[in-house]
């Protein structure tokens, strides 16, 4: 009967919005005495249950992470390896300059608007080094970049448009 | 709807979240390794100022967080706490020792929160513009005092040094990026050794 289906890929956004809302340190025991706290820490203690079941949890991907999350709501969770900054990881969350000039080349007429763009892109959004433990190439920040680049791309087309 | 603008200098998502800045303003410990990440490298070799980070830490509880806050002990876990929040990101060239901002945004997001922080933004932009229409320094020697007195609230706080309350006003206030601060003149200090022929 259960021949078709595999094992559940457990993916958690945001991990520390909840706990971030309460981040005060001149009121530290908010948050811990929360029931907000109690009830993140139970689902986390119910999924590391749904580990070893056969059509259980395989694998489980957190983002959002800190050390102030880690301290106390992965104590039901403690099979988790913190990979933050980790090598294999740290393209993960933004965009690269080929990216960038990729999607610059189909938007831009000339070489010296695409170098233009660049050069803006990496003074205010590129720059994140996630790797802690050998050079790697930094990225740009996914949100602030795309969001440059649809006002660029329709700043493009309107140009065109009226011409 | 012609020549839609988009200010890239303050995009509407923030890489790091305003409630953790205003927290940070708040802490002495925070401010101080902001201030001193946000000078610029003297070889001109970084944009930003590269910080140390001998041992980062990985989990600790917000009551670490409070003693940090009030300078009862080391500071790290501000440091790493910047880090994981996305004030900082390691050194490109360094990453194994090197702290560093990673961009202007963030460097202008840190550079307005210290000055909102101590209520001097709004105050600190005309005083810097006066500074440099008619060069009168009392302004923001008066905001740079506020600053002071509202710092000072960690043990020892009148042991700073004349050479870090020096740093401390220009990088607060004449080089502070929220303030965007343009350099009008070059000036070169004059050596008083002669050349030696």
Redesign the interface.
Known sequence: MFTNYHKIYLLADEYDAFSNQYMNPKKSQVWTESDASALIKDFWAVAKGMIDLPFGIQKCFITGISPLTLVDNTSGFNIAVNMSFEEELAGLCGLNRADIVAALEKICATEADISRHVETLSKYANGYHFCHDCKIEPVFNTDTSLEYLQVSFLNALLDCSFS | ??????N??N???S?V?Q??LD?CA??PGAVAYIQQALMGQPDKKARYHLIPYPDL???????D??S??LGDVEET?FC??LL???AF?????N??KYL??????VAKRFGSTILRGYRLISSMQNAVRFLALDGNIIAPLQGYQELMVARDIKHHGYSMTEAQHRDSFHIAILENPALDPQVEYQVTKVSLIPFSS
Do not use: C, W
């Open positions: 709807m012609r020549g839609k603008k988009f890239i200098a995009p509407p998502n890489e979240s409630r953790f927290m708040s802490s830490v990985d989990r600790f509880s917000l009551e967080l409070q940090s806050a876990v790493t706490l994981y929040f996305g990101t390691f050194h490109k060239e990453p194994t560093t901002i990673p961009n202007h945004i």
